[in-house]
């Protein structure tokens, strides 16, 4: 029996020794599959419809939260936080074995599933249209075993247990985590591609850099996303990572001497209950700054992706895009993010690091028209640092860059290059750019591609052709050129997939050339004013350091050798 009262769920259990359970339709939960231990997961954060569904080792990520949204007659849709999409017997299939994906919330019966008790606290999940259940597919343990639909036998690869990890908006019934959940990675673990904390760029250098130096080098630098043991390969200047999370909901996370399990969802407590708040930031700046090559001291910086606008539309309700500029005009959720924001800022300190400012956004804003009437109640939410900027997407950009010199003086602030439309129209980009006085920034930052071109070849991934010819390369290189000229400062190129032509086209060994395009012509490179490549994947199934055959780490290694490529 189901009582639905407000917005909590009392689902009674089947057999008189089992407590009854709380379903919160405003918290986020991770669902732990009983017979591997994994986790519901979104794969590689995709957010097209037709996404699969996987299992994957808790890692904290948004992408493995997901929020019950309620149907009627005991069903529920399960909509998960990074993607925005709900889970979804593709094609209305009633085969067993067919796939469960994600797809954009119709509200149809192929998309609700009604919560079926089994022992000990777990759930099966059943779709309304087809009578199946979800599990694993062959009831695997392994990573990125695809989650599908079949007979109802109440398996314990069918069997989930629910973990709330946070408020979707504030309020709702609290709800203790199991202790069934698998344990969040130590500082040691290397943290899964799917992750926040696995893709970005990395550059760092003290606010006013100049197209002659950066990052405290008057070279190219090189950089990326890898292991620890791979950074230490090659002279690596620098290496990146996300903060991705909605903020705190109280200042006594700032505060407090020790994270708590319940706080595991928040960016400054990814490293776990037994550390202070924002370790993730101090650990991993210790890190890069204790970076060896051959046996010796090579200190390397940090550059952090602040990717937390997209949490804070999830807190006003609608996720990417409309939910970002909705929640900047709200000056309680404002005030939250600019408050982590500082507090994100303070943990950084006197290192040298960059940040890259929220990717996609100002791409958002851009479509709305002129970022001056974009509203954000910038002065309401932060007058203590932003009391005279302006109420508006611009006032924010400035709010952001001016907080970054106060709170963390020797790092560089850059302005995601987020011109989606720069083959048609650049100078719609210099002209936005300028409105958002991104001179005052200290540099750009712009993605190359986001997979790799072998991956995108392939038809189940779009056919797409994004290998480099030399004409595509000289009119991308022009554009980067010309953003830089216009507002004075150098170009910072991200997320650069890591693909070369000797791999054959399976997962996380895809082709590509630009790796081997860059280093091969450094001196355009540097002409463009682009003054960092950084290297990594974008989602889980790319081309990585560790699997590319040891072509960045050879190419790094000879470019060093050569003595680098001068900034100009």
């Known amino acids: 029996m189901v009582v639905v009262a407000g917005s909590a769920v009392v689902v009674s ?40 569904v996987v299992q994957w080792a808790r890692h904290g990520g948004a992408n493995q939260q997901w929020r019950f949204i309620d149907a009627g007659d005991g069903y529920y849709r399960l909509k998960n936080r990074t993607s925005g999409k709900v889970l979804d017997d593709l094609g209305w299939s009633k085969t067993a074995g067919s796939a469960i994906v994600q797809w954009k919330d119709l509200n149809a019966t192929n998309q609700q599933f009604k919560l079926a008790k089994s022992s000990n606290g777990y759930a099966r999940l059943v779709n309304r249209f087809s009578g199946m259940a979800v599990g694993v597919r062959n009831a695997a343990k392994a990573d990125g075993t695809n989650v599908v639909q079949n007979r109802d036998r109440s398996g314990a690869d069918q069997q989930w247990k629910l973990v709330a990890v946070g408020n979707v908006s504030g309020g709702g019934t609290s709800t203790t985590p199991s202790s069934s959940a698998p344990a969040r990675p130590t500082p040691s673990d290397p943290r899964p591609s799917s992750s926040p904390s696995s ?74 209950s037994t550390t202070a708040p924002g370790t993730y930031v101090t650990w991993r700046d210790d890190v890069v700054s204790q970076a060896t090559y051959k046996g010796s001291p090579r200190p390397q910086k940090m550059l952090w992706t602040w990717y937390s606008l997209r949490d804070l ?26 408050d982590d924001y500082r507090f994100f800022l303070q943990k950084i300190g006197t290192s040298h690091d ?16 002129d970022p001056h009437k974009v509203p954000a109640q910038i002065s309401g939410a932060n007058p203590k640092d932003c009391g005279s900027q302006e109420n508006s ?25 987020s011109c989606f439309d720069w083959e048609t129209n650049t100078q719609a980009c210099v002209k936005d750019y300028a409105s958002f006085g991104a001179k005052n920034a200290d540099f750009l930052v712009s993605d190359v591609s986001d997979r790799d071109a072998g991956w995108y070849a ?110 100009k």
């Not at 999370?245 to 200042?251: I, R, W």
């Open 13 to 52: 259990q089947a057999s008189a020794d089992q407590k009854q359970k709380t379903l919160d339709l405003k918290k986020w939960y991770v669902l732990v599959n009983r017979n591997s231990g994994k986790v519901l997961d979104d794969h590689g954060s995709a957010k097209n419809d037709g996404a699969a």
């Open 199 to 272: 893709a970005s760029p990395a550059p760092a250098g003290g606010g006013g850099s100049s197209a002659k130096r950066f990052m405290g080098s008057d070279k190219v630098i090189i950089g990326g996303s890898m292991s620890d043991a791979s950074a230490t390969a090659a002279p690596f200047d620098a290496r990146y990572a996300y903060v991705h999370s909605q903020p705190a909901p109280s200042s006594d996370y700032y505060t407090a001497a020790k994270c708590k399990d319940a706080w595991s969802s928040w960016w400054g407590c990814w490293n776990g």
């Open 313 to 338: 539309g999830d807190a006003a309700g609608e996720g990417d895009g409309p939910g970002e500029v909705k929640a900047i005009n709200r000056t309680d959720l404002l005030t939250r993010y600019l």
């Open 354 to 369: 960059a940040i890259d400012l929220e990717p996609d956004f100002w791409g958002y804003v851009r479509s709305l028209g």
């Open 393 to 417: 997407a611009t006032g924010l950009a400035q709010c952001l860059i001016s907080m970054a010199h106060k709170y963390a003086p020797n790092a560089a602030v850059g302005m995601h290059l």
């Open 458 to 567: 392939q038809s189940a991934h779009g056919g797409l052709a994004t290998f480099w010819t030399d004409q595509k390369a000289a009119a991308t290189l022009k554009f980067y050129k010309t953003m830089a000229e216009s507002v004075g400062k150098p170009v910072v190129l991200w997320q650069i997939p890591v693909g070369n032509m000797a791999q054959n086209n399976t997962r996380n060994h895809y082709k590509d050339d630009k790796v081997d395009w860059f280093f091969a012509h450094m001196d355009q490179v540097a002409n463009s004013h682009i003054a960092g490549l950084f290297f990594g994947p974008g989602q889980d199934e790319q081309t990585t350091v560790e699997s590319d055959g040891g072509n960045l780490i050879n190419k790094t290694i000879a470019y060093h050798n050569s003595g680098g490529t001068a900034l």
